[in-house]
């Protein structure tokens, strides 16, 4: 982190607020807030401070920020990885889809009780803002617009992983959130709850905030577009669905052009530049959780999220091999004579780099042999990295990885954590969520040039991808697509490849199928094929109206004495 808010966090990741003793008997422990210091403009203050660091103290273990477990491995994008099937088998169990249980003791459980802890610190901020006199706060309602935004991601990121979830807000008792139902609100009710959040984040906060790392009104802007977008497609109790909303779409389109026209944000000139800590914070990251390094504590406050999903073998890493690939996605970058993807036949044979043409954003996210790793020229990466080439071949993953080299980079034991934040929310996403709209809305030809102005950034950005010898290690060919057969259909699928490509490994990939209505066709035929390359998912299958959602956690069930419903199928 840089000298921002979250310089702040260094405390507020323990709730540290630490009081003079005037004796013995006098002592308040650290880590513990009183009535009396919370009912201050300076305690409030910390609260919030305290909420932000919330959104980002997740775990190898309970995810909150990457979602690579999440949507990544359970999509055709990569497999666990990692040393086999048994190592960290949760994973496996959400890969195979009909091996998730709701007793499982980690991942999932984890992730539910983490973001409930956020939650619970943004209202605790709620009810100390609440308190104050605004005379006495200037910043108040600022403030607490801040807080609904990050209750509101919380809320949001939970449901797009669970569906049914219990609406926790800071007017409920302690005893009130035990009576508080994860079924109390059908689907739509529920993101209209979520919606009221963001859309008081939007009426309340400044269109720009003098610390980076807060959010502001554009960030609202771009989150509600988001919830909108989800919310169009609507479902039915078993998860299919059965309408795509024209007025929500049309909410989209408003909601990302103001976005758009506010000129404060734009697309990176390079691709990379998303994906290195060297140039976070940058032009693009409306949103993103922050993270610091060097910063007087004794590691830094460090990203272990992805910390298992580094080269094996590399004996700069050396832990643990997790996030492959897959065989199936790297085919996907190949492209036909014209620089556009091989929509149909993509997946007919294996991607070969020395004589296919591919789209550069391959060599972004994908590790292969003997191409730079992460835009190192001087070591390439190799087969030998990679931990078992016999499950899961040769492919690393690359994005979310920083250099051995890199200032953000630190190793804790076998572990790696980073300083690098995680961005919720970019511009490029907001670019393909209006085409999205535009599109579904039979105005494809709006959606045109969108789409293009992501894929001339993607044919710009090959500068960091030279080997030493000045040669580039793919053949790149990427071309905007052309108005010509431009329909609805072709637009549509389109827009779901461009958005594949894109977000790769980034973990959108299962929730957009889900979001479209397509996942269990597409990821039972990715199973199909990809079962005969890698036989451990020989038993893999999604089943419809079950594995669009992660189960609610056995424990939340039996700690409500059944108050929670678990979803269908489980």
Not at 426 to 431: G, I, K, P, W
Not at 519 to 525: G, Q, R, S
Request: glycine share 6%; with cysteine.
């Amino acid at each position: 982190m840089k000298n921002n808010l979250l310089s702040s966090l260094l405390l507020a990741g323990g709730l540290l607020i630490t009081s003079s003793c005037k004796d013995f008997l006098d002592y308040q422990p650290q880590g513990l807030l009183s009535e009396d210091n919370i009912k201050s403009a300076s305690g409030a203050e910390a609260l919030v401070t305290a909420a932000y660091a919330g959104i980002g103290n997740d775990d190898m273990i309970g995810p909150m920020t990457s979602m690579w477990v999440y949507g990544s491995v359970r999509s055709d994008d990569a497999y666990k990885g990692g040393g086999g099937v048994g190592d960290v088998a949760d994973i496996d169990f959400y890969e195979h889809y009909n091996l998730t249980r709701p007793d499982q003791g980690w991942m999932h459980p984890f992730t539910w009780e983490n973001f409930y802890k956020s939650i619970s610190r943004s209202n605790t901020a709620l009810r100390s803002l609440t308190s104050l006199p605004d005379a006495e706060f200037p910043l108040k309602k600022v403030r607490q617009a801040e807080m609904r935004f990050l209750r509101g991601h919380a809320h949001f990121m939970l449901k797009m992983l669970f569906k049914n979830i219990p609406y926790i807000t800071e007017n409920l008792s302690s005893d009130d959130i035990l009576k508080e139902s994860n079924v109390k609100y059908k689907n739509d009710e529920l993101w209209n709850k979520i919606a009221e959040d963001f859309q008081f984040a939007l009426d309340n906060l400044p269109a720009r905030q003098q610390q980076i790392g807060r959010a502001n009104k554009i960030a609202a802007a771009a989150y509600l577009a988001k919830l909108r977008l989800y919310q169009a497609y609507e479902q039915d109790d078993n998860h299919k669905v059965i309408n795509i909303n024209k007025t929500r779409l049309q909410e989209v389109v408003t909601l990302t052009q103001q976005v758009i026209s506010s000129g404060q944000y734009s697309l990176q000139p390079d691709f990379a530049e998303n994906f290195i800590a060297e140039t976070e914070n940058g032009p693009e990251s409306i949103f993103a959780v922050q993270y610091s390094i060097n910063d007087g504590t004794a590691v830094g406050r460090l990203s272990y999220v992805t910390g298992l999903n580094y080269p094996h073998g590399a004996p700069q890493y050396g832990c643990c091999g997790f996030h492959a690939p897959s065989q199936n996605l790297a085919n996907a970058f190949k492209t036909d004579a014209n620089g556009l993807p091989q929509l149909d036949t993509f997946n007919d044979k294996n991607v070969d780099f020395t004589t296919d043409t591919v789209d550069p954003r391959v060599d972004h996210t994908i590790g292969i042999d003997g191409h730079p790793y992460k835009y190192d020229a001087s070591k390439p990466f190799s087969n030998a990295w990679v931990r078992d080439p016999g499950v899961y071949g040769f492919f690393h993953t690359m994005k979310e990885q920083q250099l051995a080299t890199s200032s953000s980079y630190h190793k804790e034991g076998p572990f790696i954590g980073t300083s690098k934040n995680i961005d919720i929310l970019r511009y490029d996403d907001v670019l393909l969520m209006q085409a999205e709209a535009y599109i579904e809305l039979g105005q494809q030809n709006m959606a045109l040039p969108l789409i293009n102005q992501i894929r001339r950034r993607a044919a710009a950005s090959t500068g960091r991808l030279k080997k030493l010898d000045g040669t580039f290690p793919s053949k790149y060919n990427i071309k905007e697509y052309p108005a010509a057969g431009w329909t609805q259909d072709y637009a549509r699928k389109a827009l779901q490849w461009e958005r594949r490509l894109e977000f790769a490994t980034e973990s959108p990939r299962f929730f957009d199928l889900v979001r479209w209505g397509i996942a269990e066709k597409t990821l039972n035929a990715y199973i199909e094929k990809e079962k005969v390359r890698r036989p451990f998912l020989a038993t893999a299958k999604f089943t419809a109206g079950r594995d669009e959602y992660l189960p609610i956690p056995q424990r939340e069930i039996t700690f409500t004495k059944g108050l929670y419903k678990q979803n269908p199928g489980f």
